[in-house]
């Protein structure tokens, strides 16, 4: 049975890891050292070493794969292919032509849209009705090799970064669990990128997610989801970062508003944007906890016709 080595970090890489698992022979597991986080700063494994560790498998935690002694680690476990999903880091050539049968991704697109690292977020944010995931086999190129399979996802009106990511953690562990036998067997040609429709998901910054009340309210709306859970999204209120966490567009409103202005509705309140206007539902001003818009209006009553989004020093 050929032997496997899987790379991945997140939630999103543990189903193909357990589908991997279950058929072929996994002889390491390479994940993101253990980091502090929470108010604590308490060390925390990756999803993808608790799972490792539950299967009792091998699991190493480089730093970087850019050294000679990890790749030498990486050889001693002599994989005829790697299995990546979501790892975090670049594969040098050193690494990409050490098993026999190659390196093979699990993207998270239909490529060749949404190549980089956060294209979730990049396809709902751009208002795509359909994703889905991509079996590719790696190059030095960021996201640029050859597919072997594909298969597509819709995209919800509701869907979240991490609603759809945990949709399509399911695909992509189907999908690679279809794909490697016959790609192993030599019945399986990977096939060039189409060089038409390529898009680009750069990585999401911290603080990438400041609201431009003069957009459509529905472009907010997908920014918000897009961006949930991090980094989140947020504007400023009373010079304080109010972070909003769940709201939904009602671009049929005609109120006379400007972009900002926070307005009454029958069920609580919203935001006059560009075009259209946008219902809060779930808000958390800095210091405090998150909660119910109607809720936070009761201790804030002048928040209804004050101005969003202006910073103070």
């Known amino acids: 049975m050929p032997s496997v080595i899987f790379m991945g970090t997140p939630r999103f890489a543990v189903p193909s890891l357990e589908a991997l698992v279950s058929a072929h022979t996994v002889v390491g597991v390479v994940t993101q050292p253990d980091r502090p986080a929470g108010r604590g700063r308490d060390m925390h494994q990756s999803a993808v070493k608790k799972a490792a560790v539950k299967h009792e498998l091998p699991v190493y935690q480089p730093r970087s794969l850019r050294t000679a002694e990890a790749v ?6 002599q994989p005829d292919v790697v299995v990546v999903a979501a790892f975090g880091q670049i594969l040098t050539g050193d690494v990409l032509d050490l098993p026999r049968h190659g390196c093979l991704n699990v993207h998270a697109s239909l490529l060749p849209r949404w190549r980089g690292a956060a294209p979730v977020a990049g396809a709902i944010r751009a208002g795509d009705e359909v994703t889905g995931v991509t079996i590719m086999k790696m190059d030095p190129g960021l996201d640029t090799g050859p597919i072997l399979t594909q298969r597509e996802e819709p995209i919800r009106h509701d869907d979240t970064r991490a609603s759809l990511m945990e949709r399509l953690s ?52 997908r920014m918000i989801r897009a961006f949930r859970p991090w980094p989140g999204t947020f504007t400023f209120w009373d010079g304080r ?43 958390q001003l800095a210091g405090k906890r998150a909660m119910a818009v109607e809720v936070f209006l009761r201790g804030a009553r002048d928040f209804v016709g004050s101005c969003l989004g202006h910073k103070t020093d």
Do not use: C, H, M, N
């Open 72 to 77: 030498d680690r990486l050889a001693r476990w």
């Open 170 to 221: 399911y695909v992509g562990a189907e999908l690679v669990a279809e794909t490697l036998p016959p790609y192993l067997a030599g019945d399986l040609e990977p096939r060039p990128q189409p060089e038409d429709g390529v898009t680009f998901a750069d990585r999401l910054e911290k603080d990438e997610g400041e609201l431009d009340w003069s957009r459509p309210a529905v472009e907010i709306d």
């Open 241 to 283: 970062r109010l972070k909003v966490l769940e709201a939904s567009p009602l671009p049929a409103w005609d109120g006379d508003a400007p972009p900002g202005r926070v307005v009454a509705l029958d069920d609580g309140a919203g935001v006059a944007t560009g075009d259209g206007a946008l219902r809060l539902e779930r808000i």
